[in-house]
């Protein structure tokens, strides 16, 4: 409530979506200015690209996506599900084996593939959608030197976050 309140005193508004299928989302092209998806792409069962386009879809012109807490693949140490070294890497099936064999996982649970064990990669992300800018992050050193290298400044960070620009 307090959020959608800053929001409404800069002329804006927020829509919280509980929407069953997020490859069909019910707003118009180019509804929104910004939209956020915060920790919900590691749940999403690979391949994301037709959820990602749509959240691109909705987005209008110089608008911006932003992607927060959702784990980064790429590191060597899956932090979200199993908090294993090399997990987010393996094969699904050998993944989970390895989470149920050590007491990580509970085999009972029936929803590993969107348990969010593998995260989400930035060209994962960036693949589907074409005509974005990326708004570094400069919060550390590390942002600005991979910034410098033209890498995205996360590519790094446990838990990056994530603005596009959408250009056109």
Not at 69 to 78: F, G, S
Not at 98 to 113: K, M, N, Q, S
Not at 122 to 132: C, G, K, R, T
Request: charged share 25%; net charge positive.
């Amino acid at each position: 409530m307090r959020g959608r309140r800053i929001l409404a005193d800069y002329g804006h508004r927020a829509e919280l979506l509980y929407a069953p299928d997020t490859t069909a989302l019910p707003f118009a092209n180019g509804e929104f200015g910004c939209v956020l998806c915060n920790a919900v792409l590691e749940h999403i069962p690979q391949p994301r690209d037709a959820h990602i386009r749509e959240m691109w879809r909705v987005l209008r012109p110089r608008g911006v996506l932003i992607i927060n807490e959702t784990p980064n693949k790429y590191l060597p140490v899956d932090f979200h599900t199993l908090h294993l070294p090399l997990t987010n890497w393996l094969p699904s099936r050998v993944a989970h084996r390895i989470g149920v064999a050590l007491g990580r996982f509970d085999p009972a649970r029936t929803d590993w593939e969107s348990s969010g064990w593998r995260g989400l990669g930035w060209y994962e992300l960036v693949a589907p959608i074409s005509d974005w800018e990326l708004i570094p992050e400069r919060t550390h050193w590390r942002h600005r030197i991979l910034t410098a290298l033209g890498l995205p400044a996360s590519l790094l960070d446990p838990y990056p976050c994530w603005l596009l620009r959408r250009v056109r």
